[in-house]
Nanobody, 121 residues
Framework: QVQLVESGGGLVQAGGSLKLSCAVS????????VGWYRQTPGLQRDLVAG???????NYAESVKGRFTISGDNAKNTVYLQMDSLKPEDTAVYYC???????????????WGQGTQVTVSS
């Protein structure tokens, strides 16, 4: 069974930093893409940053220059380094991954349970 486990959330003051981790476990061939999303109550879940197996990345405009996504393919783990945090970054952050179970066969999509990030002003 594939599991995504997020960690690293917490409470930080504005201007501070946090680093989130998303570890993918289970019998898999490889993780082909991972996205970090965030959601505040009453709003939709939005993409913050994404990374593909090749290393290519993309970011939401609101976090460009402040957040950095990176991955360790050997550990099936993706990180989100968040610097210069702002109160508006407060949300539950979710990890989403496309996972290849059998080499060369379709990928399946999974979500983590979410981790709370709170930025105080």
């Amino acid at each position: 069974q594939v599991q995504l486990v997020e960690s690293g959330g917490g409470l930080v003051q504005a201007g501070g930093s946090l680093k989130l981790s998303c570890a993918v476990s289970g019998k898999i061939s490889r993780v082909t893409a991972v996205g970090w999303y965030r959601q505040t109550p009453g709003l939709q879940r939005d993409l913050v940053a994404g990374i593909r197996y090749t290393g290519s990345t993309n970011y939401a405009e609101s976090v460009k220059g402040r957040f950095t996504i990176s991955g360790d393919n050997a550990k099936n783990t993706v990180y989100l380094q968040m610097d210069s945090l702002k109160p508006e970054d407060t949300a539950v952050y979710y990890c989403n991954a496309d996972v290849e179970i059998v080499p060369g066969i379709r990928s399946y999509n999974y979500w983590g349970q979410g981790t709370q990030v709170t930025v105080s002003s």
